[in-house]
């Protein structure tokens, strides 16, 4: 990924890396000697205090060996050579009236070679050019005690800085120290930064790729459940292990996600509501006078024999109990009957009209099936019918659950007074892009081809016969369609080679 920011956020640390080390190198090169040669100067002149308290203590002309110790403590320590000159009468070692000899370090302790070269370089001091191996003598720092001088000392092929000057005012101090070792330690530095400077961009890079990880990859997971939610699956939630911004990034869009999910189903329902509102206003008048004349019919029966057998049982037609008893319980049977089919007309009524409450959400419709065959499951049993439903993953759909509770309890209801022959009940689910399709399917007689679309008609009954047998009153598949109308969502019924199959549709997208 060329626009990935674990690159850009690599390449951007690495090449502050380079450029970090690139400036210590170049500072280095540049300025790392002038600045050697400034601490030097302090370094010399620390160096030069402390001799000159010592000489200020020592009385005579010659160091005790204490304070020989500490000059040579000093000279370690400052890293320089010294070498104090002192003057003696009647011998000339410059051409002079007097001549120089040596209070540090002891004659016995140096030379005779290093002594002509002290001595040639203490002449060219006090007269300058009197010492043809010395070239390009600079100075670098005066006082009034002494200066600081750098140089080139042919004969040794060397540079070196020097300090020159007085103790007293009959005494003379030289300190010397290599140059050549600034130079090859500048060297050495770059050199050494310039190896520790590529190891440190290749471990540098491949820790920022690692690190940088862990950074990124929970953007990617946010960026994954970003994605899922605007295909609105709202199932995925970002697991918060940190405080920092992620966090806080993770924690928003979680919240998002379930306000979303609700925001939807709110809009959802009043969108169901108003498609309802639209169609039923058109069929409002015509629902209303054919549901008086359905139920003026369907009463007339029912009414007819109680009434009857009232007026019988009041003229006492027949005067043994037994005929008494038999009169009561068809007058209550009746009566029973009719106040399911108000019941169930009233329930229809509030769905044809739209006065119930559309309450979409979204839940698991294998669940749903479940539960509502544990509740028949005793149907079942007595019946002897075999049931097949393998589903097992669960199905989320967006609708009212206790609506198509009602469908599927309607269809296995009139599948069990149906079912005959081998007597097998199947349910299946048929996922077909956004949708699922729910079939519920038993074994028996086919219905009539031209009447498969008149089951949906209240009071309407395909074998009449049948029907009274188990107490049907043509009113629960009118139910079933009038529940699918509110959820704007498709239902049928398909004869099949042994059987029928009834089914109906449920959204597993929001929109």
């Given at each position: 990924?060329?626009?990935?920011?674990?690159?850009?956020?690599?390449?951007?640390?690495?090449?502050?890396?380079?450029?970090?080390?690139?400036?210590?190198?170049?500072?280095?090169?540049?300025?790392?000697?002038?600045?050697?040669?400034?601490?030097?100067?302090?370094?010399?002149?620390?160096?030069?205090?402390?001799?000159?308290?010592?000489?200020?203590?020592?009385?005579?002309?010659?160091?005790?060996?204490?304070?020989?110790?500490?000059?040579?403590?000093?000279?370690?320590?400052?890293?320089?050579?010294?070498?104090?000159?002192?003057?003696?009468?009647?011998?000339?070692?410059?051409?002079?009236?007097?001549?120089?000899?040596?209070?540090?370090?002891?004659?016995?302790?140096?030379?005779?070679?290093?002594?002509?070269?002290?001595?040639?370089?203490?002449?060219?001091?006090?007269?300058?050019?009197?010492?043809?191996?010395?070239?390009?003598?600079?100075?670098?720092?005066?006082?009034?005690?002494?200066?600081?001088?750098?140089?080139?000392?042919?004969?040794?092929?060397?540079?070196?800085?020097?300090?020159?000057?007085?103790?007293?005012?009959?005494?003379?101090?030289?300190?010397?120290?290599?140059?050549?070792?600034?130079?090859?330690?500048?060297?050495?530095?770059?050199?050494?930064?310039?190896?520790?400077?590529?190891?440190?961009?290749?471990?540098?890079?491949?820790?920022?790729?690692?690190?940088?990880?862990?950074?990124?990859?929970?953007?990617?997971?946010?960026?994954?459940?970003?994605?899922?939610?605007?295909?609105?699956?709202?199932?995925?939630?970002?697991?918060?292990?940190?405080?920092?911004?992620?966090?806080?990034?993770?924690?928003?869009?979680?919240?998002?996600?379930?306000?979303?999910?609700?925001?939807?189903?709110?809009?959802?329902?009043?969108?169901?509501?108003?498609?309802?509102?639209?169609?039923?206003?058109?069929?409002?008048?015509?629902?209303?006078?054919?549901?008086?004349?359905?139920?003026?019919?369907?009463?007339?029966?029912?009414?007819?024999?109680?009434?009857?057998?009232?007026?019988?049982?009041?003229?006492?037609?027949?005067?043994?109990?037994?005929?008494?008893?038999?009169?009561?319980?068809?007058?209550?049977?009746?009566?029973?009957?009719?106040?399911?089919?108000?019941?169930?007309?009233?329930?229809?009524?509030?769905?044809?009209?739209?006065?119930?409450?559309?309450n979409f959400e979204r839940f698991d419709i294998v669940t749903l099936i479940h539960t509502v065959l544990e509740s028949t499951e005793i149907l079942f049993r007595q019946k002897?019918?075999?049931?097949?439903?393998?589903?097992?993953?669960?199905?989320?759909?967006?609708?009212?659950?206790?609506?198509?509770?009602?469908?599927?309890?309607?269809?296995?209801?009139?599948?069990?007074?149906?079912?005959?022959g081998a007597n097998i009940i199947e349910i299946k689910l048929i996922q077909r892009n956004d949708v699922v399709r729910i079939a519920v399917f038993n074994t028996g007689e086919?219905?009539?081809?031209?009447?498969?679309?008149?089951?949906?008609?209240?009071?309407?009954?395909?074998?009449?016969?049948?029907?009274?047998?188990?107490?049907?009153?043509?009113?629960?598949?009118?139910?079933?369609?009038?529940?699918?109308?509110?959820?704007?969502?498709?239902?049928?019924?398909?004869?099949?080679?042994?059987?029928?199959?009834?089914?109906?549709?449920?959204?597993?997208?929001?929109?």
């Open positions: 990924m060329k626009h990935s920011i674990r690159i850009k956020i690599t390449c951007l640390l690495t090449a502050l890396i380079v450029l970090t080390i690139f400036l210590t190198w170049f500072i280095n090169l540049t300025f790392l000697s002038d600045y050697y040669l400034f601490s030097k100067i302090e370094v010399m002149d620390d160096a030069y205090r402390g001799i000159l308290s010592i000489y200020k203590e020592n009385e005579g002309d010659r160091l005790s060996d204490e304070e020989t110790l500490k000059m040579e403590r000093i000279s370690s320590k400052y890293g320089v050579d010294t070498y104090i000159f002192i003057p003696f009468d009647n011998h000339s070692v410059f051409g002079l009236s007097y001549g120089f000899a040596f209070s540090y370090p002891a004659m016995n302790n140096i030379g005779e070679r290093q002594i002509n070269q002290m001595n040639l370089l203490l002449k060219e001091y006090i007269y300058e050019g009197t010492n043809p191996n010395v070239k390009d003598r600079k100075l670098l720092h005066r006082t009034d005690n002494y200066g600081i001088f750098s140089l080139y000392d042919e004969q040794i092929d060397s540079n070196y800085i020097d300090l020159f000057g007085t103790l007293e005012d009959d005494k003379f101090i030289i300190m010397r120290s290599n140059y050549e070792s600034i130079e090859e330690s500048v060297a050495i530095s770059n050199k050494f930064l310039a190896y520790i400077g590529i190891l440190a961009v290749i471990i540098g890079t491949v820790a920022m790729l690692i690190i940088s990880k862990k950074f990124t990859q929970p953007i990617l997971d946010l960026a994954g459940i970003a994605k899922k939610i605007s295909d609105l699956n709202f199932n995925e939630k970002y697991q918060v292990k940190t405080k920092d911004e992620i966090g806080v990034l993770g924690e928003s869009i979680n919240i998002l996600s379930d306000r979303l999910e609700q925001t939807i189903s709110e809009l959802k329902q009043a969108n169901n509501e108003l498609l309802n509102d639209i169609r039923k206003k058109t069929e409002i008048d015509e629902m209303r006078k054919e549901f008086l004349s359905n139920v003026s019919h369907e009463l007339k029966t029912p009414l007819a024999l109680i009434q009857g057998y009232a007026e019988g049982l009041k003229e006492n037609i027949n005067e043994d109990e037994e005929s008494r008893n038999f009169y009561c319980e068809v007058i209550i049977d009746e009566a029973d009957k009719m106040n399911k089919m108000v019941k169930k007309l009233l329930s229809l009524n509030e769905l044809e009209f739209g006065t119930n409450q559309v002897g019918v075999v049931l097949h439903f393998e589903q097992k993953e669960p199905i989320y759909v967006w609708a009212d659950e206790f609506l198509v509770e009602q469908v599927l309890t309607n269809y296995i209801s009139n599948a069990l007074n149906h079912v005959s086919n219905i009539p081809e031209d009447e498969l679309d008149k089951v949906w008609i209240k009071f309407y009954k395909v074998d009449k016969a049948r029907t009274r047998e188990y107490g049907g009153s043509g009113i629960g598949l009118s139910i079933v369609k009038a529940i699918m109308n509110s959820l704007n969502r498709d239902c049928g019924v398909i004869n099949r080679p042994v059987g029928v199959e009834f089914w109906f549709e449920l959204d597993t997208k929001s929109d």
